[in-house]
Each structure stands twice: as C-alpha cells, then as structure tokens.
T-cell receptor, first 117, second 111 residues
Framework: NAGVTQTPKFQVLKTGQSMTLQCAQD?????MYWYRQDPGMGLRLIYY???????DKGEVPNGYNVSRLNKREFSLRLESAAPSQTSVYFC????????????????FGAGSRLTVL | GEDVEQSLFLSVREGDSSVINCTYT??????LYWYKQEPGAGLQLLTY?????DMKQDQRLTVLLNKKDKHLSLRIADTQTGDSAIYFC???????????FGTGTRLKVLA
C-alpha cells in the first residue's frame, strides 16, 4: 500500500515564485492535513480538510492556499514564496475527524523539503 | 491553552532503557500519541493511549501516564541503534481535529 504520497520531495524556489505541493492518499480517509516542520518548533498545522469539499485554517495559514480536489487529493499552494516558508512540509490523513470515540491516528507522507532563496 | 512540551535531546547507550518524557496541558479527556521520525522520513505512529488509562505496553515499548501531573512517558527497553530518531508526543482532545505536537525529542543511541 502506498499510503500517503507527496510530490515533489525537494524543491528550490526564488522569492516570489509560486508552486503547488501535491498529496494523495489511497486509504479512503476522510480527513487530510498539511503541516510544516521547523527545527525546535515541532509540527504546526497549516490547513485541514475534514472531508471532501471543506477546508479550514490551522495555526499558520498565512501565505498558503489549499484545494481538496477529491477525497484522495489535497494540495498546498504557495502563491508568492518567501524565505520564511523554507521548511519541510508534511501531508497527513486520518479516517475521520472530530469524533468522540476512536484514536483516529494520523498517517503521514514522507515530506517535501522546500527551500526559498 | 493547549501545549505539549518535550526535552529536545536524549542520549543513551545501546542495550540500556530510554525514557522520553512529555507534559501536556489540556484539561479534558484526550488521546495521547507517540510518533517516531527517522531521518528524511515522515512520522510513524508507535503507540497511543487514552487518558483514562495508566499504562500501555507493546513489546519493547511502555507508555506511562500520570493524569494528575499531565505527564506522559515512553520507555524503550533494550534500546538499539535503529531506535535513533526523533520522537514526538501529541495529544488530540476527542471531538476535535486538532492534534497538538510537541517539539520532538532527538534520541541518540551510542554503540
């Protein structure tokens, strides 16, 4: 099973350029997430999609947009990249969200390392 | 507000036990998770516990929860060099989508 697949794995951008990070999951999960990982700061939630057709802002949404294209795919777009967006980006998915029962564990992709010069 | 705290580094000798600690602040019942991140890879779930439990054991892993102090620990018995990684503690209150991650503890196992 592929699980959660992210592309690209590495990308270098110049300030002001745009790009889209792609994410797809094959586990029939309802919820999908985008996180960024920075040294000493753990993982911070950028955007979240509880189900197909819905998206919500997380902790650090500024400078990003997302699209939940269908149940499988959730993309993250940087319209005008800035050096502060240099980070490792992780996509994750879970079966359901907001439930009162069930552990609802996250399954992560391998990450996309983005450098903005 | 919710917060999850971990120490940044831990170094142990091969064959010893490792204990990675985490404190959380959410006052409601919550799920608590341990994830492992190897170099260049994503996070993989190791184990989880609900806050009405005191302990959970799975092979070399033991999770202990002190609800009064909101303290969670992960013990790895007979630590191996393959256990070298970053370990993240996370919590998720039921009824929310919000997973709150700690900063991660980098475990280094010395041969």
């Amino acid at each position: 099973n592929a699980g959660v697949t992210q592309t690209p794995k590495f990308q270098v951008l110049k300030t002001g350029q745009s790009m889209t990070l792609q994410c797809a999951q094959d586990m029939n999960h309802n919820s999908m997430y985008w996180y960024r990982q920075d040294p000493g700061m753990g993982l911070r939630l950028i955007y979240y999609s509880a189900s197909e057709g819905t998206t919500d802002k997380g902790e650090v949404p500024n400078g990003y947009n997302v699209s939940r294209l269908n149940k499988r795919e959730f993309s993250l777009r940087l319209e005008s990249a800035a050096p502060s967006q240099t980070s490792v980006y992780f996509c994750a998915s879970s079966h359901t969200s907001g439930t009162r029962t069930g552990a609802n564990v996250l399954t992560f992709g391998a990450g996309s390392r983005l450098t903005v010069l | 507000g919710e917060d999850v705290e971990q120490s940044l580094f831990l170094s142990v000798r091969e064959g010893d036990s490792s204990v990675i600690n985490c404190t959380y602040t959410d006052s409601s019942s919550t799920y608590l998770y341990w994830y492992k991140q190897e170099p260049g890879a994503g996070l993989q779930l190791l184990t989880y516990i609900f806050s009405n439990m005191d302990m959970k054991q799975d092979q070399r892993l033991t999770v202990l929860l002190n609800k009064k102090d909101k303290h969670l620990s992960l013990r790895i018995a007979d630590t191996q060099t393959g256990d070298s990684a970053i370990y993240f503690c996370a919590e998720r209150p039921p009824g929310t989508y919000k997973y709150i991650f700690g900063t991660g503890t980098r475990l280094k196992v010395l041969a």
